[in-house]
């Protein structure tokens, strides 16, 4: 039920827009977030946003990635700016706290 996309290859200090759809009912009311994943290592949080706009940012990412959502389209955006290196993974989205479903994530790769 959710669908990320937007990744691709983008050079250092870069940008990309991420999109996920959420298919389910009720998107307005969930908290969202945006998580990412290198291989071999855990799923981390990148950014939150609560059914009320509140957002929250991983130290790592904050100041250069903006998580928004567009409730009329049942989107999640996260504005990716000043890419670097380590930001790449693959991108997954879901609720906040995450569940145990994981849709198919979209692979970012930052490199000159």
């Known amino acids: 039920q959710l669908q990320a996309s937007g990744g691709g290859l983008v050079q250092p200090g870069g940008s990309l827009r991420l999109s996920c759809t959420h298919s389910?009912?009720?998107?307005?009311?969930?908290?969202m977030g945006w998580y990412r994943q290198v291989p071999g290592k855990q799923r981390e949080m990148v950014a939150t946003i609560t059914s009320t706009f509140l957002t929250n940012y991983a130290d790592s990412v904050k100041g250069r990635f903006t998580i928004s959502r567009d409730n009329a389209k049942r989107a999640l955006i996260l504005q990716m700016n000043s890419l670097e290196p380590v930001d790449t993974a693959v991108y997954y989205c879901?609720?906040?706290?995450?569940?145990?479903?994981w849709g198919q994530g979209t692979l970012v790769t930052v490199s000159s």
């Open positions: 389910g009912s009720f998107f307005s009311i969930k908290n």
């Open positions: 879901n609720l906040a706290p995450p569940t145990d479903i």
